[in-house]
């Protein structure tokens, strides 16, 4: 691995291990109101269409830091399900 492959594998897990503190927050506050579920889509979107360039490419290191990003934004994603469903039942 040269010193490429690990700016890449340091970039991407940076970016990935951005959204760990949301998702803290919303496990502990049980609550997702700030949060746009169309933002997370988007963002889960183009994580999708990284892993895909970074298979064409054979980019190993564009393959895992996504594939470990998006498997993230999934869990705020079910968080977003979960605990939208609830915060909109209290609104009524």
Sequence with gaps: MNWVDI??????????VAVI???????????????SPVMFGM????V???IIYGII???????ITNSFS????SVM?????KYGKKNSKADF
């Design 7 to 16: 700016l890449g594998l340091v970039a991407g897990i940076c970016v990935s």
């Design 21 to 35: 503190p949301q998702i803290k927050k919303a496990w502990h506050t049980k609550t997702v109101k700030d949060i």
């Design 43 to 46: 963002l889960m979107f183009g």
């Design 48 to 50: 999708f269409l990284w």
């Design 57 to 63: 490419k054979r980019d190993i290191a564009i393959i």
């Design 70 to 73: 998006l498997i993230l934004n």
């Design 77 to 81: 994603l079910y968080l977003l399900i």
